[in-house]
């Protein structure tokens, strides 16, 4: 299994950004998907999950109607798209997906929201 990231960086206030995360080794399309973060000093909290097929989503409610989580299937790949990106957005952005006894993460994404 294998979860590799691109995207993020820094972004001032009020800014938007994008995550992608494409997987292999798995069945991509049996598997609901999640993002992470851990901001600097702070536990990793779950911010948006999305169902197999897609057809469900879910946020934290500190990110809920600024966050996206979207799929493609046939790109094996998860996608957050992030608006309206605050400071208290700063933080590595993990993706995650559970798999039978085991957790396996991508590299995680810094993204830095700053004037």
């Known amino acids: 299994v294998q979860l590799v990231q691109s995207g993020g960086g820094l972004v001032q206030p009020g800014g938007s950004l994008s995550l992608s995360c494409v997987a292999s080794?798995?069945?991509?399309?049996?598997?609901?998907m999640r993002w992470y973060r851990q901001a600097p000093g702070k536990e990793r909290e779950e911010v948006a999950g999305?169902?197999?097929?897609?057809?469900?989503?879910n946020y934290a409610d500190s990110v809920k109607g600024r966050f996206f989580v979207s799929r493609d299937n046939a790109k094996n790949t998860v996608y957050l798209q992030m608006n309206s990106l605050k400071s208290d957005d700063t933080a590595v952005y993990f993706c995650?997906?559970?798999?039978?006894?085991?957790?396996?993460w991508g590299q995680g994404t810094p993204v830095t929201v700053s004037s």
């Open positions: 995650h997906v559970p798999i039978n006894y085991g957790n396996y």
């Open positions: 080794g798995f069945t991509f399309s049996n598997y609901y």
């Open positions: 999305i169902s197999s097929g897609g057809g469900s989503t």
